[in-house]
């Protein structure tokens, strides 16, 4: 089994590859790589899709690596394929955009990436650190979860999903703040797994390993 963590220059992949790549080793979940290789991405058997920095330019770095765009979308709208969105890779799963300006997503999981607003004036945007997380649905990648169980976090904007039926779960930062997307075989996580320590982890060998 192949997963492909997909390079196209909109972070810095190196935690990521190495979280995946033991969690991968430890699973017997097969091989991990980082690649911008269309042809790659077209024949993995499992897709991952960081982000980090601002909406409207990761959707334009994405959409301009032609090949691996149309590989990547290919793979999970008609092979159906495991995907993984995380952080802004995540949010590039919505239908719109609102930093900075209105950017569309992928359109995969309706709903819209919209500015934190802490009914708390004392906290802080970007909402960052440690948060706990509460399950809303039960999914395959909880195993071993359960809510309480806190992940990293590092953003200002967060996804508002149409479907409350594929918000996964959420963290309280002085209003609910979505944490986990998904519906089929595409999941996403706001938070970054790779920096979660063993929770974060947990999460990754159940992603490689998830049979939807």
Known sequence: ????????????????????????????AGEVVVTSDAEVVARADRLVLPGDGAFPACAA???????????MVEAVEQKARPFLGICVGMQLMATTGHEYEETPG?????????????????????????????????????????????TYFVHSYHFRVTNPAERLAHVDYAGDVTAVIGRDTMLGMQFHPEKSQDIGLRMIGNFLTWKP
């Open 1 to 28: 089994m192949l997963t492909a963590i997909i390079d196209y220059e909109s972070g810095n992949l190196h935690s990521a590859e190495k979280a995946f790549q033991r969690m991968a080793r430890e699973m017997d």
């Open 61 to 71: 770095e994405l959409r301009g690596h032609k090949g691996i765009y149309e590989a």
């Open 106 to 150: 992928l359109g995969w999981v309706q709903g819209d990436v919209v500015k934190i607003t802490p009914n708390d004036p004392s906290l802080k945007v970007p909402h960052m650190g440690w948060n706990n997380l509460v399950i809303d649905h039960d999914h395959p990648v909880f195993d071993g979860i359960q809510s309480g169980d806190h």
